[in-house]
Nanobody, 120 residues
């Protein structure tokens, strides 16, 4: 199983980034997908999740209205569009895959992260 995140970088506050996560080694369309982040000195936190058919999406309160999760099952890829970024969004972002019906507290698979830095 591989989950390869990309698209991170340095951006000014108010700017945008689009993260991608390419999945392989499992049946992508059978899994809910999510994004987490871990800021320096803090615990990893849930950011957004999307159901396997894209009919359900959930977001952390801190990102609602600014970040949008989407997926393309034909490309085995999940995305995180990040708009109106704030310095507090600075973190390493990880994608994760979860079996249907399982809580996001313990995802089935984790990917390597991509770093996002938002300057003020």
């Amino acid at each position: 199983v591989q989950l390869q995140a990309s698209g991170g970088g340095l951006v000014q506050a108010g700017g945008s980034l689009r993260l991608s996560c390419a999945a392989s080694g499992f049946t992508f369309s059978d899994y809910n997908m999510g994004w987490f982040r871990q800021a320096p000195g803090k615990e990893r936190e849930f950011v957004a999740g999307i159901s396997r058919t894209s009919n359900s999406k959930t977001y952390a309160d801190s990102v609602k209205g600014r970040l949008t999760i989407s997926r393309d099952n034909a490309k085995n890829t999940v995305y995180l569009q990040m708009n109106r970024l704030k310095p507090e969004d600075t973190a390493v972002y990880y994608c994760a895959a979860n079996r249907v019906g399982i809580s996001w507290s313990a995802p089935s698979y984790w990917g390597k992260g991509t770093e996002v830095t938002v300057s003020s």
